[in-house]
Every structure is written in C-alpha cells, then in structure tokens.
C-alpha cells in the first residue's frame, strides 16, 4: 500500500491523476502484471462535485454567482450527488483493488466511514452512520443532525476511484450555495467547529491514514 499526498491541486488535475492510476490497475490485472494499491490525500481549492445521478437543481446558485465566490463545478462519475471540496477540507482517493482486500463495494464504504469515525473520535467528537446515507454523522437521529464527512466512489472491475472529503477546518459557508449531497433538511460540519479549535492538517492527515491502514 503506497501513501501519497499531492497537497493542494485543482480538482480537474487530480481527477485526470486518479483516472490513469485507476486505468493502470485495471489494465495490469487484466494482463496479469503487478499493480500498486494507493491511498491519496490532498485538499482543493473551491469547487462543487455532482454524482452521475446528482441533480443539478441541488446547485442554488448561479454561474455568475460561482465566479464570483471563486468556485468552479465538475459533473463527475462517482455515486452520491453534489458536495463541496475547499481549503481546510482533507479529501481522500484510495484507489485499490478491493479483491486484494477480500471486500465488496458495501463493505468498503463501511471500513472507509469507520475509519472517519475513529478519526472523530481523536478529538473528541462522537460520530457515526444514518441509514440509507453514505457519510459521517453527527447528533443522529435529532433535528441537529448533520455531516462531516462526505463519502463518493466509482468501481470498475473490483477497482476503486474517489472517496472521502472531511471537513476539518472547513468554510462552512460555501455549503449554503447547494442542497450537500440532495439533502434540504440536514446540516453540515467540521472539526473546528465541534471543537471550537483550529486543528492540524497534517495530524488529521497521519491519523486518517493510520486508521484506513489498520482497518484495511
């Protein structure tokens, strides 16, 4: 398993990157040739995501409205609808081979949630699932129910692209332009602001990657 960061990168560029390392593995397999399982962090500057079944009215602002608060919109090909990547946010691409790893693609989200949970849970901040709803949640099952961590992924021949994006020290605000991932109901946040502290990017980095490695 080989652990990289690529830092900040527009997300255009780190998509491009993700789909020839996920064509890569596919491509070795098939010609029985040796392949590397990766896990990828990086963050990105403003941008908003749609799912191939995401709708677009989940979008509530205008194109003109976008340039102005510097973000830009990619309709990509991961499940789940539209979500938000930013500064202050730890994004993460695993792109692995889930037969190496004796799972299907329910138990991988599980173990990749999990791993968010336990990340959480370091700083003190007590998380877990909803039924029927990918992702990380906080106050479950009460009006204040609300995510920290959004989850998406495509796979193809038991091959893995895209992931997670938790929010750490997050501007919460460029949420208030969509419906995060369909929902009109639920609300969004961050580690800052469950703690009332600026935490370390770096130190949620190394502990997100420990907990994927332990569990994987």
């Given at each position: ?65 976008l340039s102005r608060i510097g973000a830009e ?5 991961r499940g789940g609808d539209i979500t938000y ?132």
């Open positions: 398993m080989k652990i990289e960061d690529w830092k900040h990168i527009t997300y255009s560029e780190a998509w491009e990157r993700q789909t020839e390392l996920f064509n890569s593995i596919i491509k070795a397999r098939s010609e029985g040739q040796p392949y590397e399982n990766r896990i990828i962090f990086c963050t990105h500057p403003h941008v908003y995501t749609i799912g191939k079944h995401g709708k677009q009215e989940n979008m509530l602002i205008s194109d003109e409205m919109v990619f309709r990509i090909d990547h930013g500064p202050g946010q730890q994004v993460c691409y695993p792109i692995l081979c889930l037969e190496d790893f004796k799972l299907g693609l329910k138990g991988y989200l599980h173990q990749l949630e999990e791993a968010v949970i336990r990340t959480c849970s370091h700083y003190g901040i007590k998380s877990g699932r909803v039924d029927g709803a990918t992702g990380v949640w906080i106050d479950i099952g009460t009006p204040r129910e609300r995510k920290i961590c959004a989850m998406g992924v495509r796979s193809s021949h038991f091959v893995t692209m895209h992931g997670l994006a938790l929010n750490v020290n997050t501007d919460l605000g460029y949420f208030d332009y969509i419906n995060p991932c369909g929902f009109t109901n639920k609300g969004v946040t961050s580690i800052e602001k469950e703690t009332g502290v600026q935490v370390s990017m770096d130190e949620v980095r190394q502990i997100l990657a420990e907990e994927l490695l332990k569990l994987l």
